[in-house]
């Protein structure tokens, strides 16, 4: 077992109404402890699991559920078979009362076949639990999320997202990495994923320090908490998470959301375009392209275009939804060869 | 036979279609599929009915080709003898399947194109190229995307409009008798057409529904086109009669 010394900033008694706004101003993660402690799926989940599981199952209305399964020797890592050949977990389709059933089949386990349903709209599959188990959105436009599963361990991935996280039963624990440590962490496939997101390839239960040496610099740099129910969250965009239900049923309820512009598109796609178009150039080529990058997209400025006539600047300038449709067009033209 | 898997641009790197409308290439049907919005097309040239679904009992629109099974009379040495053809030719060897993918946590089901690796006008050497050499999609392969589009909007077209015909009491079967030259007959079951007589008595209700959704039209067109028989026939005389002089 890895020791994390370093904790996560705490802050409590933030009222659920001003969640959003308290953590716009920070831009490091910060676990807020007792966020969502009224919530009744909270208090539900401290009664008992069937009552947990009634109270869910009364919001319920037999949409299908995708969920990740696996038998008890994967230990609830949701990762990858040996050398990637495959992921370690099948996914099925399956009713949200057949995954609570088999979760509380095996409460008593000590090593429980694994059962994970991640990232379900609420909205879509429990339509009426976001009322009152959920944070007050205000203007926020933010994608609410039900993760429910036994235990089970997702390796360190980022989302894009800024992420409020509500452990709503069960416990979880966070390890968090700043964007920085992406080199130390080994990460694995960008187009091959477990669950949609690179992942770290160490166990960071067992590291394997002779084959992933720089991983011991990471573990510097991480810090943990652990989260109990009525517990969150807040993740940065861009920060590494690794995350570990730690009791027989885990709930969580999570927001996603950012704050710009809806013609902006996945940032990985540029990743990819860039990966596919820029990093096989000579040497010096790609010296150029990064200095050019510089100062078009990293670190734009006053020099970028304040020398070219406003009605002129086009993509250098401010990019209003005509530009992004002009620029849309063209990519999509020039990538069809 | 058919063998339909997912089109992808590795595994197809190399396909390509014929798309020449020849015998032989698995156009040889006497009934394909149509939908209301190509009727303005094919009411010129082709009859259409309404035939029952054995699966699912629901109506569906066609266009006749031949008197007998695998009898196409369009279908000529020099290839499809009409100035239009049905999407559902036109979009051979693709098909639209269905993918799941997740869009902001909620599923659904997203049309894909699949591709027949059995239909005969498939192979890698002669034909439109169904990539680009990079990769992209081939303005062949853009065709291809809007006729199978067209042939979606299509489907719920054509089954609003026979929903709305069963429920008028409007769809009545049709025994299609003909005789040709050499004084062979053929009578054709299974057929279905608007009842002329519950038309011309419906209601003004009943017509103004019609008419809201723009299947007065479909409607007219499909009475039209049922004088395509005629023309039908006429093909099959022809044959009839190039096969007596060539005996």
């Known amino acids: 077992m890895t020791r994390i010394t370093a904790s996560i900033p705490e802050i409590r008694d933030v009222d659920a109404g001003h969640a959003f706004e308290r953590v716009a101003a920070e831009s490091a993660p910060v676990v807020i402890r007792g966020l969502a402690s009224t919530w009744p799926l909270v208090q539900k989940g401290l009664e008992s699991s069937a009552e947990l599981s009634r109270y869910l199952l009364g919001f319920y209305q037999d949409t299908p559920v995708t969920a990740f399964v696996s038998e008890s020797d994967i230990g609830g890592r949701l990762f990858y078979t ?72 997702v390796a360190a991935h980022y989302d894009v997202l800024d992420n409020i996280a509500c452990v709503c039963a069960g416990r979880r624990r966070f390890t968090l990495f700043p964007p920085d440590q992406l080199a130390n962490l080994y990460v694995g496939p960008i187009d091959f994923t477990p669950a949609g997101q690179s992942v770290s390839l160490v166990d960071l239960d067992q590291p394997d320090f002779d084959r992933y040496p720089r991983f011991a610099e990471a573990l510097q740099h991480a810090q943990s908490a652990v989260l109990e129910p009525g517990d969150a969250i807040f993740i940065p965009s861009m920060w590494w998470h690794h995350v ?65 006539p406003r009605h002129r600047r086009g993509a250098l300038g401010e990019i209003d939804d005509d530009t992004a449709r002009r620029m849309r067009a063209l990519l999509r033209n020039n990538l069809n060869r | 036979m058919t063998r339909h898997v997912l089109l992808d641009n590795v595994t197809h790197k190399n396909l390509r279609v014929r798309t020449a409308l020849e015998k032989g290439r698995g156009y040889d049907v006497n009934v394909v599929r149509v939908f209301p919005s190509e009727f303005g097309h094919l009411q010129r040239e082709y009859p259409l009915f309404f035939v029952k679904n054995a699966e699912s009992g629901h109506f569906e629109t066609i266009a006749l080709l031949g008197f007998v099974d695998r009898e196409n009379l369009y279908l000529t040495g020099t290839g499809w003898e009409a100035d239009y053809v049905p999407l559902t030719v036109q979009r051979q060897p693709f098909l639209i399947g269905f993918q799941e993918q997740v869009v902001d946590g909620v599923p659904r089901q997203a049309p894909v194109v699949h591709v027949d690796l059995d239909h005969p ?26 006729i199978l589009a067209a042939i979606r909007q299509g489907h719920e077209a054509s089954r609003s409009l026979s929903q709305l015909l069963v429920g008028l009491e409007l769809i009545e079967s049709i025994a299609l008798n003909v005789e040709f030259d050499d004084g062979s007959k053929q009578s054709l079951g299974g057929l279905y057409t608007i009842n002329q007589d519950k038309l011309r008595g419906l209601s003004a209700n009943g017509l103004e529904v019609l008419h809201g959704r723009s299947h ?29 002089g060539t005996a």
């Open chain 1, 82 to 153: 040996d050398e990637l050949a495959d992921t370690n977990f099948r996914q099925i389709k399956t009713t949200l009362g057949s995954v609570l059933d088999r979760i509380r089949q095996h409460e008593s386990d000590p090593a429980p076949p694994t059962v994970y349903m991640g990232s379900a709209a609420l909205d879509h599959f429990l339509p009426g639990l976001s009322t009152g188990n959920s944070l007050p959105l205000g203007g926020i436009k933010a994608t609410v999320r039900i993760w429910i599963g036994n235990r089970t361990t």
């Open chain 1, 244 to 308: 570990e239900a730690l009791e027989s049923l885990n709930i969580l309820i999570n927001h996603w959301w950012r704050d710009v512009p809806a013609h902006m598109g996945p940032p990985g796609d540029a990743l990819l375009h860039a990966i596919l178009n820029i990093r096989d150039l000579p040497a010096a080529q790609r010296r150029a392209w990064q200095g050019i990058f510089e100062h078009y997209v990293f670190e734009p400025g006053s020099q970028t275009a304040d020398h070219i």
């Open chain 2, 216 to 244: 007065l039209r479909d409607i007219y067109m499909m009475l039209a086109s049922l004088l395509n028989v005629k023309r039908l026939v006429e093909k099959k005389n022809r044959l009839l009669s190039r096969a007596r």
């Open chain 2, 121 to 146: 006008s498939v192979g890698d050497t002669e034909g439109e190229p169904v990539f680009l050499p990079h990769g992209g999609e081939s303005p062949y392969l853009e065709r291809v995307n809007s």
